[in-house]
């Protein structure tokens, strides 16, 4: 059979392999050491992108240099640049670069992260930082969980097996009801829905003056329900909403969680590694009284996507809710102290999301990751001095772990459809400018500008300069 080929035709030789891994490494290096010489986004159209870059595959193959050209100059400008100094919108993630050396490792070795027994090394490193995690929040040992995709999937993990608890036949899906703050994410209202829980049953508990929900209300909602024959099981508490940061009461949920028997989850993914300095560790104060907490480390843990985390007071009951043994995976069943990650969430599949983390983190030590998220607290804490220092602006919500909002409102102004267009009008013109990326909301229906100083590179002096664009846009609408 001498056209049997002898290696595979995927396989390249190693000469090959490192010309083309030095040559990414320099790119990547190359654009982080640039962020601040670039636009902070830049976005087309689909009908522009699609003229762009869109069409049939290669047959016969392409030169690597010649895709390498094609993504930098159509693919790779059209982004928002999210650990660029100047991305104030949103929460951002700005990852350091041994947290993406981590991802390009996971890769390389392709790490089958699902069944303890086919990466043990790699998932007892997944253990490991989850206990790190946990003891950061004060929550018990032997608390367990798993990396996810992002916050959504953890909140999705904790609601499903909160469910599973409360109901392990799926009997009374249709009477259970959930709790949540009119503040909370989108991602916990679609995580009722996806775990079946009808959506008239999604339960949006009123806020208080800062944001925070008002547990009286909480107290009221479940014993109504009881009442009229509902089946009140979880809590979704927000340890820092997206919108201004705000934490609900955590204790008093608590409480009322152990009172009335409920899950009790928090969905922390925006504020939760702030507890790491002490006065985020103060105002989440309750945190570790979680069944199960959300985390997001692609955000405030400096790790590129995707990346979250679910942690589980009784990890048993993640098993509980999402082991299934079938004949196929009968060699791979968890012994003793093992763990299945595939056990514990949605995915069988997964990869090592933990490596990433773990080099980063080993590689500063947590002080210097404590003290990078202390500066941006600070950040936030300044431009809310700046603004507030001058006449024409006024403050909506206070600095709260690195996010603030306000609006401008110069006297005499003072129909409330003409300030949501002014500052509308003001978002619109400094994103213009492509300089820096900022993001609006709406708090108590009044529109808002709002900051967000997580992005490691960022500067007091950066808050200086969107300071001085902002007022510059009032400058130029009045
Ligand atoms: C970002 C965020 C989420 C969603 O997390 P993803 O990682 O985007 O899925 C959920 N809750 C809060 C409070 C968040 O800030």
């Known amino acids: 059979m001498p056209d049997v080929p002898l290696r595979s035709n995927l396989e390249l030789d190693d000469a090959t392999m490192r010309h083309m891994a030095r040559r990414v490494a320099d790119l990547v290096v190359d654009h982080l050491g640039s962020?601040?010489?670039?636009?902070?986004?830049?976005?087309?159209?689909?009908?522009?992108?699609?003229?762009?870059?869109?069409?049939?595959?290669?047959?016969?193959?392409?030169?690597?240099?010649?895709?390498?050209?094609?993504?930098?100059?159509?693919?790779?400008?059209?982004?928002?640049?999210?650990?660029?100094?100047?991305?104030?919108?949103?929460?951002p993630s700005s990852p350091t670069f041994p947290a993406v050396v981590g991802d390009w490792l996971a890769a390389g070795y392709n790490f089958f992260a699902g069944v303890w027994s086919v990466a043990s090394g790699p998932n007892q490193i997944e253990l490991t930082v989850l206990d790190w995690f946990r003891s950061w929040l004060g929550m018990p040992a032997g608390t367990g969980g798993l990396l996810t995709s992002g916050g959504s999937t953890a909140t999705l993990t904790g609601v499903v097996a909160a469910r599973h608890a409360a109901d392990p036949a799926g009997e009374n899906t249709h009477q259970l009801t959930l709790y949540t703050s009119e503040q909370a994410h989108s991602s916990v209202q679609r995580a009722a829905w996806i775990a079946g829980i009808p959506r008239i049953n999604v339960r949006s508990v009123a806020t208080d003056d800062?944001?925070?929900?008002?547990?009286?209300?909480?107290?009221?909602?479940?014993?109504?329900?009881?009442?009229?024959?509902?089946?009140?099981?979880?809590?979704?508490?927000?340890?820092?909403?997206?919108?201004?940061?705000?934490?609900?009461?955590?204790?008093?949920?608590?409480?009322?969680?152990?009172?009335?028997?409920?899950?009790?989850?928090?969905?922390?993914?925006?504020?939760?590694?702030?507890?790491?300095?002490?006065?985020?560790?103060a105002a989440l104060d309750g945190l570790g009284r979680a069944d199960s907490v959300t985390l997001d480390p692609h955000k405030w843990l400096f790790v590129p996507f995707e990346c979250g985390c679910l942690l589980a007071r009784e990890p048993r009951k993640l098993e509980e809710a999402f082991s299934v043994h079938p004949e196929y995976l009968t060699d791979v069943r968890a012994r003793d102290q093992d763990v299945n990650f595939a056990d514990h969430g949605e995915q069988l599949t997964r990869s090592s999301h933990a490596l990433k983390i773990w080099l980063s983190l080993q590689y500063f030590g947590v002080s210097q990751i404590r003290e990078a998220i202390a500066r941006g607290i600070h950040r936030a804490e300044y431009a809310e001095r700046l603004f507030a220092a001058h006449r024409d602006f006024e403050i909506l919500s206070p600095a709260q772990f690195g996010v603030v909002c306000f609006r401008?409102?110069?006297?005499?102004?003072?129909?409330?459809?003409?300030?949501?267009?002014?500052?509308?009008?003001?978002?619109?013109?400094?994103?213009?400018?492509?300089?820096?990326?900022?993001?609006?909301?709406?708090?108590?229906?009044?529109?808002?500008?709002?900051?967000?100083?997580?992005?490691?590179?960022?500067?007091?002096?950066?808050?200086?300069?969107?300071?001085?664009?902002?007022?510059?846009?009032?400058?130029?609408e009045t």
């Open 210 to 281: 800062s944001y925070r929900l008002r547990d009286e209300l909480l107290r009221t909602a479940i014993s109504d329900d009881r009442a009229a024959g509902f089946i009140p099981f979880l809590v979704v508490a927000s340890a820092g909403t997206t919108n201004t940061g705000a934490v609900d009461p955590l204790n008093a949920i608590a409480d009322i969680c152990a009172g009335e028997r409920l899950w009790m989850h928090v969905d922390a993914a925006y504020a939760g590694f702030a507890a790491l300095t002490p006065h985020g560790a």
């Open 408 to 476: 401008a409102h110069p006297p005499g102004v003072d129909d409330a459809a003409e300030l949501d267009e002014l500052n509308e009008r003001i978002n619109t013109r400094v994103n213009a400018t492509g300089r820096f990326l900022i993001s609006s909301t709406k708090l108590r229906g009044r529109f808002s500008l709002r900051l967000c100083t997580q992005v490691h590179r960022m500067t007091d002096a950066d808050i200086d300069e969107v300071y001085e664009a902002i007022v510059e846009a009032l400058r130029r």
């Open 35 to 91: 962020l601040r010489d670039q636009p902070a986004q830049q976005s087309l159209s689909r009908h522009d992108t699609e003229s762009l870059i869109a069409g049939p595959p290669s047959m016969d193959g392409r030169d690597f240099e010649n895709l390498i050209a094609f993504l930098q100059e159509r693919v790779f400008p059209y982004h928002a640049r999210e650990p660029h100094p100047h991305f104030m919108g949103y929460i």
